[in-house]
Structures are given as C-alpha cells and as structure tokens.
C-alpha cells in the first residue's frame, strides 16, 4: 500500500493499543502482502483479520469455529475504525455467538447429525475399520480415544466423497456431460461451487463434506444444482429447469439448508 516495513510496525503497534486486542499468532506481517490475525481481549472468539485484497471492514461469523472474524483491509484509515465498527455492532456480534446451534463434537457417547438423523458415535477397543449401523444409529470409530476425532472427520469426508461421487455422475450423465474432477473440502459458505470447463474435458465440482450429514434428499439437490451448472453457469430461468429436470425437490432442499445449514457446521465443532 506504499507503507515501509517501519510504518506498518507502527500500524500494527498502533492497531493494538488502541483496539485492546491481543496477537493471535506470534508472527508480525513485514509487509502488507501477509496477513496478521489478532484476538480481541474481550471476547477470545473474536479475531481481526487483516488482508491486503480487503476493500472493506467485513464481520463474517464461522459456524464451524463457532468464531467472529472482522476482515480489516490494511489502511491506516480502515485500522482506526475498526475498532468503532466492531463496537458499534457488539451486541450482534455477541448474539450470533450465543445463539449457534449447540456444538455436535467428535466425542466417543458423543451425538451427530448424519444423513439428516441423530447417530451416536462409538469408539470401540478393538481395532479395526469405522463402520455404520443404520438400524442402531450407530457409528464406530475404533482406535485410540485421542486420535477419535480426526479419524472421526476423516471417516465421513470418505463418506461424504463416495456419496457426492455417485450422486454427480448419474446427474451428469443424465444431462450428458462430463465430471473432469470432483474434491470434497471443509468450507464456510458454499455448499458446493462447480467449473464448466469444456464439453470434452468436463467440469470441475467442489462441496462441503457437511452435506453427507444432511438429509440425503438435499445432498442430491446439492449435486443436481452443481451439474446444471455443467450446462447453465448462471441462475436464470434455464438453470432452475434444469435443476427441475433432474430433482423434484430443489425447493424443500434450499428451505432444508436455509433453516439447518448452521447446524452442518456445528458438526465437528468442539463445545
């Protein structure tokens, strides 16, 4: 932004005296290509972002990390404000925090949404493969009780690519198109984001591993919605036929994720 290494010191120096924020990470930016995440003292679950391609003050809540994160674009001007705009806002910031949906942890007893119902997680002491009782409700996640948790996540991702995988080639087939490639990821915001590519090569398709623990009803909206975007990059009125060729319930599925997404990314989220 024009800055020396000094006077972006001097940003930073004047950034946290006068916002009583504490460093979250122990590295100092050296120049104002890298981003520096700082921890309000007030509240630990909010952070100040500051990033170089910002063009303003954003307060975006992670569902997730059950976290606030006011992104600051590094200007002097948009520092010294920051701290007015987050206290202007501070009883909507502190709200959006109280009032997630509870915490589904990776615990052994623990309980989680998968496909759209309530499963109980176990952790049995034999070793083994993670395994699924749909009858019981039940998933087993064998193996140490400090490594449940990733190998928790780890488990459903592979579930979650195996179920996306095979809804998006009946879809794409149907609509007579190609699938280059498919990646499953932890996202924020999007449910699943697609490339058209070429007709010969194909598109490329990305979600949220969190829709193997919606309803499955939604997971193939989810799908069908990308596909159609192998055709249609757009949401006009071809785009929502298309959708509606390929699923008859992109209105109850949006509704679904409208009122429940918050809690998909409560899943995993630790109390």
């Known amino acids: 932004m024009g800055n020396t290494a000094g006077n972006i010191a001097d940003l930073m120096a004047n950034f946290l005296s006068g916002f009583s924020l504490s460093q979250a990470n122990n590295k ?8 520096t995440v700082w921890r309000d003292e007030r509240d630990p679950r909010i952070f100040y972002r500051l990033r170089p391609r910002a063009k303003k003050i954003v ?11 006011a992104v600051v674009p590094e200007k002097e001007s948009n520092l010294n404000a920051a701290k007015a705009f987050v206290n202007a806002k501070w009883d909507w910031v502190v709200f959006q925090l109280e009032t997630l949906p509870k915490a589904q942890p990776f615990v052994p007893r623990g309980t989680i949404l998968f496909h759209g119902k309530t499963y109980a997680l176990i952790c049995p002491e034999k070793r083994g493969r993670a395994t699924i009782d749909h009858d019981t409700r039940d998933i087993f ?13 780890r488990f459903l991702i592979r579930q979650a690519r195996e179920a996306l ?3 998006s080639r009946v879809h794409a087939d149907t609509l007579g ?5 498919i990646s499953v990821r932890d996202t924020a915001s999007r449910w699943g984001s697609c490339k058209k590519g ?12 969190r829709l193997i623990c919606a309803p499955p009803f939604v997971l193939d909206y989810v799908c069908a919605h990308e596909c159609a975007h192998l055709i249609e990059g757009n949401h006009g009125k071809g785009f929502w036929a298309l959708c509606d060729s390929l699923v008859d319930t992109v209105r109850p599925a949006k509704r679904w994720l409208r009122e429940n997404g918050d809690m998909l990314h409560a899943i995993g989220a630790r109390a």
């Not at 996640?141 to 996540?153: I, L, S």
């Not at 198109?177 to 490639?181: G, L, N, P, W, Y």
């Open 28 to 35: 100092r930016a050296k120049t104002a290509s890298k981003n």
């Open 59 to 69: 307060i975006k809540v992670d569902a997730a990390r059950r976290e606030i994160t």
């Open 141 to 153: 996640v064998p193996g140490d009780m400090d490594t449940f948790e990733g190998r928790t996540k």
């Open 165 to 167: 995988t095979q809804c």
């Open 177 to 181: 198109r190609k699938i280059k490639s």
């Open 198 to 209: 070429n007709v010969q090569q194909g598109g490329t398709i990305s979600y949220s591993w």
